[in-house]
């Protein structure tokens, strides 16, 4: 029956799952239960605190209190709790200054990876391109062509900080252009654009009628000397831009799948019509317990607290190792290392799970900029001391690969 993967998409028949592989992304098909099992720290998985119990007691409790009333057996509306939308409204008027109709403005989504694919869907036709920026979360290579586009990479640079060159973009735009997708903050390397660069790119995309989704997941960890700025905001921007963010980064509420879209109402008005079709209702129970989170998240400063030290623990560490090199990341519980001088990133990885026991994930994921890096996790783990024993294992197995190669 093999051939009759032939009768599918080409970019779906190309996916593999692992049932008849070794998967080698910690996110598809079983490959993190096969390194949990062996014993391996699963730092390849951005999910804060993992595998440690770390749910804010008021979403706790909250959580409890609606299972016991027994309302969450039923369905949400599939545009979202309209109690929620007002938060996250309020939320985003408080952080950023700028106002949203919850009723027009913003749907709920069960996930940010939900949100992105179906914030895209209702522009992308055959054919039409799709800039991402190189290095960039995988999603934003495969999902263009899942929904029948083309993706276009558009390199960042490491002696930039992987920051925008708008050259690079402007060299690549063509007849078939219709989408810039932006991950700000940026996974895998915790860059944080500058108002300068997104107004450069904002400026891209009205010159070129351009549509921009910008996916900020990480925009609640961006570190206190650097500017989240909104691209939404930028003139010309918010008739054409939708905006895609979760509770799983900032809040470390990953397990409760609850994001958020939202843009201008004219925009809106199609996903609240296709919503029943696509996404269908967002878990009841996980948007009443999210709720306590944006009635009162001073809880991420302390987790941003941890994710301070443990960038600062890794950049003395890694950069202090022949061979290995990594930025200050401006957000994230995330960083990104070079190991281009000790070999290839794929072999690099199993050698770490090996001898290590530490999963990290192979750059080569995250665009063609990514050959030669390896994206470490550092916010696994809710005690400090536990992410810095793996780190140390890694560092340890990195000199003695570094022996090897003759770089110590």
Same mark, same amino acid.
């Given at each position: 029956?093999?051939?009759?993967?032939?009768?599918?998409?080409?970019?779906?028949?190309?996916?593999?799952?692992?049932?008849?592989?070794?998967?080698?992304?910690?996110?598809v098909?079983?490959?993190?239960? +096969?390194?949990?099992?062996?014993?391996?720290?699963? !730092?390849?998985?951005?999910?804060?605190f993992?595998?440690?119990?770390s749910?804010?007691?008021?979403?706790?409790?909250?959580?409890?209190?609606?299972?016991?009333?027994?309302?969450?057996a =039923?369905?949400?509306?599939?545009?979202g709790?309209?109690?929620?939308?007002?938060?996250?409204?309020?939320?985003?008027?408080?952080?950023?200054?700028?106002?949203?109709?919850?009723?027009?403005?913003?749907?709920?989504?069960?996930?940010?990876?939900?949100?992105?694919?179906?914030?895209?869907?209702?522009? %992308?036709?055959?054919?039409?391109?799709? !800039?991402?920026?190189?290095?960039?979360?995988? @999603?934003?290579?495969?999902n $263009?062509?899942?929904?029948?586009?083309?993706?276009?990479?558009?390199?960042?640079? $490491?002696? *930039?900080?992987?920051?925008? +060159?708008?050259?690079?973009?402007?060299? +690549? /735009?063509?007849?078939?252009?219709?989408?810039?997708?932006?991950?700000?903050?940026?996974? $895998?390397?915790?860059?944080?654009?500058?108002?300068?660069?997104? #107004?450069?790119?904002?400026?891209?995309?009205? #010159?070129?009628?351009? %549509?921009?989704?910008?996916?900020?997941?990480?925009?609640?960890?961006?570190?206190?000397?650097?500017? !989240?700025?909104?691209?939404?905001?930028? $003139?010309?921007m918010?008739?054409?831009?939708?905006?895609?963010?979760? /509770?799983?980064?900032?809040?470390?509420?990953?397990?409760?799948?609850?994001?958020?879209?939202y843009a201008?109402?004219?925009?809106?008005?199609? &996903?609240?019509?296709?919503? /029943?079709? %696509?996404?269908?209702?967002?878990?009841?129970?996980?948007?009443?317990?999210?709720?306590?989170?944006?009635?009162?998240?001073?809880?991420?400063? *302390?987790?941003?607290?941890? &994710? *301070?030290?443990?960038?600062?623990?890794?950049?003395?560490?890694?950069?202090?190792?022949?061979?290995?090199?990594?930025?200050?990341?401006?957000?994230?519980?995330?960083?990104?290392?070079?190991?281009?001088?000790?070999?290839?990133?794929s072999? %690099?990885?199993?050698?770490?799970?090996?001898?290590?026991?530490? @999963?990290?994930?192979?750059?080569?994921?995250?665009? *063609?900029?990514?050959?030669? =890096?390896l994206?470490?996790?550092?916010?696994?783990?809710?005690d400090?001391?536990? @992410?810095?024993?793996?780190?140390?294992?890694?560092?340890?197995?990195?000199?003695?690969?570094?022996?090897?190669?003759?770089?110590?």
């Amino acid at each position: 029956m093999e051939h009759i993967k032939t009768k599918m998409k080409p970019a779906f028949a190309k996916l593999d799952g692992g049932l008849f592989s070794t998967a080698q992304k910690a996110d598809v098909g079983d490959v993190a239960e +096969r390194m949990k099992s062996a014993g391996v720290a699963l !730092m390849s998985w951005a999910d804060p605190f993992m595998p440690d119990p770390s749910i804010p007691q008021p979403v706790l409790d909250a959580a409890i209190k609606e299972l016991q009333n027994g309302f969450p057996a =039923h369905y949400t509306m599939p545009i979202g709790n309209p109690e929620l939308k007002k938060l996250i409204a309020a939320r985003i008027e408080k952080k950023y200054g700028f106002q949203l109709d919850p009723n027009r403005n913003i749907i709920i989504n069960p996930g940010s990876d939900n949100g992105l694919i179906f914030a895209m869907m209702p522009w %992308i036709e055959p054919g039409d391109e799709v !800039m991402v920026h190189d290095p960039s979360y995988p @999603s934003n290579f495969l999902n $263009p062509e899942l929904i029948g586009g083309a993706t276009v990479r558009v390199p960042t640079y $490491p002696e *930039d900080g992987y920051h925008i +060159r708008i050259q690079e973009y402007e060299k +690549r /735009v063509t007849s078939k252009t219709k989408m810039v997708l932006l991950t700000n903050p940026n996974n $895998p390397t915790g860059t944080v654009y500058t108002r300068k660069e997104l #107004e450069e790119l904002a400026a891209f995309c009205v #010159e070129h009628d351009l %549509i921009c989704v910008c996916d900020q997941a990480f925009e609640d960890t961006v570190f206190p000397e650097h500017e !989240m700025v909104c691209i939404c905001q930028l $003139p010309g921007m918010w008739e054409r831009t939708v905006t895609v963010c979760s /509770v799983s980064k900032g809040m470390g509420l990953s397990g409760f799948r609850v994001g958020w879209t939202y843009a201008t109402d004219t925009i809106m008005d199609t &996903y609240y019509g296709a919503a /029943v079709n %696509i996404q269908g209702a967002t878990s009841t129970l996980a948007q009443l317990a999210v709720m306590p989170a944006f009635r009162d998240d001073s809880f991420i400063q *302390d987790y941003m607290k941890k &994710y *301070d030290n443990r960038r600062k623990y890794a950049y003395k560490l890694f950069n202090n190792i022949p061979g290995v090199s990594m930025q200050m990341p401006e957000s994230g519980f995330f960083v990104w290392i070079d190991i281009s001088k000790l070999g290839d990133s794929s072999e %690099i990885t199993a050698y770490l799970a090996k001898e290590a026991l530490v @999963s990290l994930n192979d750059g080569k994921f995250y665009g *063609d900029m990514g050959n030669g =890096h390896l994206r470490l996790i550092a916010g696994c783990f809710w005690d400090d001391k536990d @992410s810095f024993a793996a780190m140390d294992r890694m560092a340890a197995a990195f000199r003695k690969l570094a022996e090897k190669k003759g770089l110590a």
